[in-house]
T-cell receptor, first 113, second 112 residues
């Protein structure tokens, strides 16, 4: 069974630009959650999508958004990038809403210059 | 939001020793407590989890214990091996919120 796939693995963007990250969950998993990981703040929850609807949202500004498609694949978008958005962005998939027993992808390393 | 404190931040042991990492929390309604292992350049991997209706769970060399009264849960690794070297995160969910909260991580170093 294929694991969670995130693309791209690495990205370099300039301040003010926007970026879209992609996540393909494990086959059969309908929940996809997104996280930001930084040395300073650790692992922080961004949002969860289940059956194409955002179910839970963390404490991040509206520049961070996402969506989920009918095949459960998910995308995350960050607009008007700031230097502080440099981080490892992880997605995790789960069978059930709520994201328990989650399986993580390898992440997308975003660097904003 | 919920707060979880994880200790120690760094743990250095000799191969074959045991390692214990502890997390304390404040929301008594939390009911799901997973542990993740993150190796360099990889995403976190779920290694064991426990729910609030269970006090202890074991899987080969790893175990998790939960003390709901004292509001802490611990990861125990026995007979450590160099490949156990990684960063370990505790997390919790529940209490009416699906939003997971993670500890700050413990860097475990197992010396051969």
């Amino acid at each position: 069974k294929a694991g969670v796939t995130q693309t791209p693995r690495y990205l370099i963007k300039t301040r003010g630009q926007q970026v879209t990250l992609s996540c393909s969950p494990i086959s059969g998993h309908r929940s996809v959650s997104w996280y930001q990981q930084t040395p300073g703040q650790g692992l922080q929850f961004l949002f969860e999508y289940f059956s194409e609807t955002q179910r839970n949202k963390g404490n991040f500004p509206g520049r961070f958004s996402g969506r989920q498609f009918s095949n459960s694949r998910s995308e995350m978008n960050v607009s008007t990038l700031e230097l502080g958005d440099s981080a490892l962005y992880l997605c995790a998939s789960s069978l059930v809403q709520g994201g328990t027993e989650a399986f993580f992808g390898q992440g997308t390393r975003l660097t904003v210059v | 939001g919920e707060n979880v404190e994880q200790h120690p931040s760094t743990l250095s042991v000799q191969e074959g020793d045991s390692a214990v990492i502890k997390c304390t929390y404040s929301d008594s309604a939390s009911n799901y407590f997973p542990w993740y292992k993150q190796e360099l350049g990889k995403g976190p991997q779920l290694i064991i989890d426990i729910r609030s209706n269970v006090g202890e769970k074991k899987d080969q060399r790893i175990a998790v214990t939960l003390n709901k009264t004292a509001k802490h849960f611990s990861l125990h690794i026995t007979e450590t091996q160099p490949e156990d070297s990684a960063v370990y995160f505790c997390a919790l969910q529940g209490g009416g919120s699906y939003i997971p909260t993670f500890g700050r991580g413990t860097s475990l170093i197992v010396h051969p």
